[in-house]
């Protein structure tokens, strides 16, 4: 029992020294910062760099760890975040996810993929009390916390920057009326959070005893929902958050074992979210314009697109590739038109109801996963099974999703993201093995398993969504949906229950979701769980912000950048992602309403 | 008890310490117009966003026609007839003019939303949700006649304010000037054909010109019956406007009547215009 504890206080300081600069760069720019999580898997690279490739002392290896991270940090922040987030605090928060994608990338280049073995550079297992066993190594991460916690306290509290770095967090605007340099103080927090980052890691590769570039993802997670369960922008809530998270996770791995982690800390947040929507200490106003909504939304319009451009599309799309195109180009055709579905679908919840939900790839993976079961267990035919596939995702995803309507802001695409998580966890739980066989399918007796066969009936299926799409889109229903996504609560005073309709639009989106996860299962005839990642989830919302994010054509643009031509560089999958983190940024910073819409 | 429109007994809402709204009583007619008025942090505000549901209450009873309305479901609120506007004109930022007046005809509407009787009920509210959705995608006869009228309904509340929003009907509405942006937000809340008009300081950042108008629009609303609470502080406009004035000071009401008594009440003279300056002592205002 004592063990599980002294786990749960070891895991609950690398989360509280990660949720804390998540906490700091949250609080003084409104960003979050994905950023962040790279640091994990780059500082425990780094030391291990140092300590086993050249024979450093660790504490000399330490201060330079932190050094780097904290001067990367400021890069990143002179040149991606700041310059985004004056005017768009979500299109920072992207920047800065395809930051960490570059950084992980990078890293990988640099280190390559695998696992390395971290130097035993204190003793593990000592000291015991009873039977409990533990090491100098633990004793002197939690005392270096403890001291850490302790200077950002005090500098916090009386330090003329610390004090400035409250003031900032507190309003922007009004500090910089008093003086404040307030670009500064964005860079000191950002070094902090960045150099903070980079210690977690360390102590990870300590703890652990392997260090790996792309470790920062998983621990990344569990602090920022760390952060959020302390409450964004509050730093003694993210220590709090730390250890709590930390303590409980490793309770709940000691009784249900490893896999059910992840489900166990998204079960936490989504709770706390619900009982305290502002987290356990952070305060959500009373009447609040919800902060992602006019900011990202709202400015720009979209481009006329000329009325021939659709017939021309069409006959280009449906008849001149199937008949010109080698294979290759159809296979990867198909994939596009896959992911142009599950994106056109997801423009009403993304644009029109505003809700950036983090976690498609959870009814994704439920229609892949039920056509693959009904074709392969049941006599259902492909037909019968893709609408089946997309009602089973809209129905178990809505139910999942159902108590997290009345969350606001930021807190919201969290809560989605840690339901998306839930439900690939779920699946890994139950069918860890993966499924292969899937059925192709058939028109009468015969067997379309031909790529053109694939093209062709993923067209139908994308130019069926874009015509719903379409129809919603222009429906009373669909402006509507946009009210609750423009003005929560001016959309309540005009009788419209904007809960009910954030879960419908939501609710559709996770139909064609299904609908494309279950397309994808019969086009691989295999599936497992590792397909459906946060990855997977963000690709889809970048496609959206790409194309323009409440326009269901737009989503076709992105699929045709985000996944067609960026398989122009599958030859080399590292340099693949850090292009894509570039174009991400580019387009964030020249077109932020996507590449459709006219700034304005 | 019957024959009064809006009814609030005893309503009570605080803020950690600060009592807000301290425990007020007042009714509106049908067809009448009451106006707020108080000096800063008096209340009205609050006032006006518990009746709405804004904002819940801590204690206290509002209804409407006899029907109690203090649950804090704002929708419901809405569609049971009362519309607002807000201090700082809340408009849906991505939606033309013409189409943040049509959100306002939402809780109207019966064909395009079929099964609405059921839109409050726990689960049954998905069976409302999906036929609204089937209604959007498919169509049906009724549907399409019901936009017919929704498309004449905006043109109506469009005509309203003719000159100003007519030419930018179409126009998304962040891109509305301010005093547009008000427009078209009395223009939405009058789509829901309201029992009750809800207005919180239509003139806010308006020039006199704009103020004149929004008095003209106001009148006329009056001599065509509709009942109307509102606060405001340009108190010449109120003076004009109103069949009573409601005096709120420190979240309560110290003074209330038809604006001619108002006027001259001294604790209203007090409350907007503070103590005489005495010499030598402490200025009070």
């Known amino acids: ?600 | 008890m019957s024959g009064q429109l809006l009814e609030v007994v005893n309503l009570e809402r605080h803020f950690e310490g600060l009592k807000a709204v301290d425990g007020i009583s007042f009714i509106v007619a049908p067809s009448e117009v009451v106006s707020i008025i108080g000096p800063n942090g008096s209340g009205k505000t609050t006032t006006l966003n518990l009746v709405t549901g804004t904002i819940p209450a801590n204690g206290g009873t509002i209804s409407l026609d006899g029907l109690r309305i203090d649950h804090g479901d704002t929708a419901r609120i809405a569609e049971h007839g009362v519309a607002r506007t807000f201090q700082n004109g809340r408009v849906f930022a991505t939606l033309s003019v013409a189409d943040n007046i049509e959100v306002g005809i939402h809780s109207t509407l019966r064909a395009s939303r079929p099964f609405r009787s059921l839109s409050h009920l726990f689960l049954l509210r998905w069976i409302s949700l999906l036929g609204e959705l089937f209604v959007a995608i498919v169509g049906t006869p009724g549907s399409r006649r019901e936009r017919v009228q929704i498309d004449a309904t905006v043109q109506e509340e469009i005509r309203r304010f003719e000159t100003r929003l007519g030419p930018r009907r179409d126009d998304p509405a962040y891109s509305l000037s301010y005093a547009n942006r008000r427009r078209t937000e009395i223009a939405r809340a009058l789509a829901l054909k309201p029992q009750l008009l809800v207005l919180d300081e239509p003139t806010a950042g308006m020039n006199q010109s704009e103020t004149v108008e929004v008095l003209e629009q106001l009148l006329e609303l009056k001599a065509e019956g509709q009942a109307i609470l509102l606060v405001e502080h340009k108190l010449d406009l109120v003076m004009k406007v109103s069949d009573r004035i409601i005096v709120m000071d420190g979240g309560r009401i110290i003074a209330e009547g038809p604006p001619e008594v108002v006027r001259r009440d001294p604790a209203v003279i007090e409350a907007y215009l503070g103590h005489r300056r005495v010499p030598g002592g402490k200025d009070t205002a």
Not at chain 1, 161 to 183: F, H, K, N, S, Y
Not at chain 1, 455 to 480: A, C, E, N, P
């Open chain 1, 1 to 600: 029992m004592f063990d599980t504890l002294i786990a749960g206080l070891l895991r609950g300081n690398v989360y509280a020294l990660g949720a804390v600069g998540i906490s700091l760069v949250f609080g003084v720019m409104n960003v979050v910062n994905f950023a962040q999580f790279s640091f994990f898997g780059l500082g425990a690279m780094l030391a291990w760099f140092f300590v086993a490739e050249l024979g450093l002392s660790f504490w000399i290896a330490l201060p330079l760890v932190l050094v780097i991270c904290g001067a990367l940090g400021l890069l990143i922040n002179i040149t991606v975040v700041r310059p985004l987030a004056k005017f768009l605090p979500l299109a920072a928060m992207l920047s800065t996810y395809a930051v960490s994608q570059i950084l992980d990338n990078v890293s990988q280049i640099t280190f390559t993929a695998e696992f390395r073995v971290f130097p035993k550079v204190l003793p593990t297992s000592n000291f015991h009390i009873g039977n409990m066993r533990f090491g100098t190594s633990d004793v002197v991460m939690l005392a270096i916390t403890g001291v850490v916690m302790g200077v950002m306290a005090v500098f916090l509290k009386y330090g003329r920057t610390g004090q400035a770095i409250r003031a900032t967090a507190q309003d922007q605007e009004a500090a910089l009326q008093m003086g404040i340099p307030v670009g500064r103080i964005q860079h000191v927090a950002f070094v902090i959070a960045s150099a903070l980052g980079g210690l977690a890691g360390v102590f990870i590769a300590l703890y652990v005893g392997i260090a790996n570039p792309t470790s920062g993802l998983n621990v990344g997670m569990t602090a920022f929902v760390a952060a959020t369960l302390g409450g964004l922008g509050s730093l003694g809530g993210a220590v709090v958050g730390g250890f709590v998270l930390g303590i409980l996770e490793a309770f709940g791995i000691h009784f249900f074992g490893d896999t059910a982690r992840e489900i166990i800390i998204f079960f936490i947040l989504i709770v706390v979210l619900i009982v305290r929507p502002g987290g356990l200490m952070g305060k959500v106003p009373l009447l609040s314009t919800e902060p992602l909504t006019g900011t990202f939304l709202g400015k720009g319009r979209p481009l006329k697109i000329p009325r021939w451009v659709w017939p021309v599309a069409f006959v280009v799309g449906g008849v001149v590739i199937p008949l010109v195109a080698n294979n290759y180009v159809l296979t990867t055709g198909t994939q596009v038109l896959i992911y142009a579905v599950i994106a056109a679908g997801f423009t009403v919840t993304a644009g029109q109801a505003a809700v950036l939900a983090l976690g498609q790839a959870g009814p994704i993976a439920i229609g892949a996963y039920t056509s693959a079961l009904l074709t392969l267990y049941l006599p259902v035919s492909f037909w019968l099974a893709v609408p089946l596939a997309g009602l089973s995702a809209a129905i178990v995803a809505s139910i999942l999703a159902s108590p997290i309507w009345g969350v606001k802001g930021h807190y919201i695409s969290i809560a989605t993201l840690g339901i998306g998580t839930v439900i690939v966890a779920i699946i890994r739980l139950v069918e860890p093995q993966g499924i292969y066989g899937i059925t192709m399918p058939k028109w009468g007796d015969t067997l379309l398993a031909t790529p053109v066969a694939y093209y062709l009936i993923d067209f139908g299926v994308l130019v069926l969504t874009l015509v719903v799409m379409w129809r919603i889109r222009h429906s009373h229903l669909g402006k509507v949906i946009s009210s609750v996504g423009s003005d929560e609560i001016a959309a309540l005073a005009s009788g419209v229950r904007a809960r009910d309709y954030k879960a419908l639009a939501f609710a559709i989106s996770a139909f064609f979701s299904g609908v494309g996860g279950s397309l994808l299962a019969h086009q691989y005839t295999y599936i497992d769980p590792t397909i459906f990642t946060m990855l997977m989830s963000l690709l889809v919302v970048t496609i959206v912000i790409m194309g323009g994010v409440s326009l269901p054509y737009g989503a076709v643009i992105g699929s045709i950048i985000l996944i067609g031509a960026m398989e122009l560089l599958r030859f080399t999958p590292e340099l693949r992602i850090v292009v894509y983190g570039l174009v991400l940024i580019l387009v964030v910073r020249f077109r932020p309403g996507g590449i459709l819409v006219r700034n304005s």
